[in-house]
């Protein structure tokens, strides 16, 4: 199943445009996204060119933690980073009182960087590496959600090495299907992730008994770009089991972290409902009086990202194909997930010229590089700049330097005015940290 793909016919330019509340087509100014002329960030800092937006990220917050609010609910958001870690992004989330879930030591050093108290930070993943735990137990974050019995016989000794504590949760693999793509559902029982149900009990009675060790609780996680409230409920109805079953055996049980997963609208459909969301986990574990955390990632930033980028040329091959500045090293997810992202002129005049399908493809010499196939687009000249939509999640995290492709300048805006937030890699930066060694002559 290709990911967020529209379920019938790409949606119109204007329903894509009448869906994203930040965007606007001014007849001048073209495409501007906050209030700010696309065209301007473009004309000052080239393209490709990621665009943020400061009020839709604190907007997307705003909204999860109000429907949380009204279903009467207290969850504190832990921010996934790995959706974005941009410095800015992290710092914005900081002030608005998130914590962070992270899944290496660079995650969590860039939480730091950014302010966010150790102890409000989660670490999540498969495969912590004993440095990584150290150096993370050693810096006081908050909890650690534990995936293996082997994992906690790590922490326990680490901890004790360092004579700490760590707080941890095991992550349940519920075994529930989220209904996404392959490549990112997590909670199956022959997914990688997390700990068999069945396996919870026996593990949780034993990580009391090891010393440095604090079970807190339970974690899950069961997938990504999730749509549907059903698969939250089947797998929150199993927390809650759990819950009860771990107190009937004497555990003390003081936190569940619900995971992330939120799905947004790629298209013009809406995203999830935040408030079929709120009153699925009321309904299943409101009442367990337990404190409850939730990690959520693209839900936030996808909406609030786009990829500004220029046309170098039209070539009308079998089919007709509009070539780009940016490509599958900028935003992967097309050629990784064939996930769809919408694809809008900035110039108004293009908007509304008659259009014809296109293949939208990048440079790179691979036929995966490609945004979009039969999108239905005006003629494009050279020069022509179109934004690449709800980008904001895992877009720069994912992307490389392939093809010896220098990394894309990034921009926030905040309250009407953009802020160059990464300068472009120069093309001399992508071999700084490379050495020549002395090599053999030829003969
Ligand atoms: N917590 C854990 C343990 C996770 O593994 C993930 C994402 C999240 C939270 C945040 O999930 P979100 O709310 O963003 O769905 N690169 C893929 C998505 C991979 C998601 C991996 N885990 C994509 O571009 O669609």
Known sequence: MALAQPMTADPE????????????????????????????????????????????????????????????????????????????????????????????????????????????????????????????????????????????EMISAIATASGRTARVALRMNPDVDAGTHEKITTGLADNKFGIPAQDILHLYAHAATLPGIQPVGLALHIGSQILSPAPYAAAYAKAAEMVRSLRAAGAEISVLDLGGGLGIGYGDEPGISLAAFASVVKKEVGGLDVELLMEPGRYLVGPA?????????????????????????????????????????????????????????????????????????????????????????YGAVMSSTYNARPRAAAVLIEAGKFHLITPRQTIENLWADEFLPPLAGAG
Request: negative net charge; proline residues 6%.
């Open 13 to 152: 330019l204007d329903d894509l445009l009448a869906s994203r509340p930040a965007l606007a087509m001014h007849a001048q100014d073209g495409l501007c996204f906050e209030g700010v002329p696309l065209h301007a960030i473009a004309d000052a800092h080239g393209t490709p060119c990621w665009v943020y937006g400061a009020g839709t990220l604190r907007a997307r917050y705003r909204a999860l933690a109000a429907a949380l609010a009204e279903a009467g609910l207290d969850v504190h958001i832990h921010y996934a980073v790995k959706a974005n870690d941009h410095l800015a992004i992290l710092g914005l989330y900081q002030t608005l009182g998130a914590g962070a879930d992270v899944v290496s030591l660079g995650e969590f050093l860039r939480t730091q960087q950014a302010g966010v108290p150790a102890a409000d930070v989660v670490f999540s993943g498969v495969g912590k590496s004993a440095p990584e735990l150290a150096a993370a137990i050693a810096a006081g974050l908050g909890q650690i959600n534990v995936e293996s019995a082997e994992e906690l």
């Open 305 to 393: 990202g786009l990829l500004l980028a220029s046309v170098i040329l039209e070539k009308q091959g079998a089919k007709r194909f509009v070539v780009l500045d940016a490509a599958m090293n900028d935003l992967m997810r097309p050629a990784m997930y064939d996930a769809w992202h919408g694809i809008l002129p900035v110039s108004a005049v293009q908007l509304r010229a008659p259009r014809a399908p296109a293949d939208v493809v990048g440079p790179i010499c691979e036929s995966a590089d490609s945004f979009a196939t039969g999108r239905d687009l005006p003629s494009m000249p050279p020069g022509a700049r179109v934004a690449i939509l709800d980008a904001g999640a």
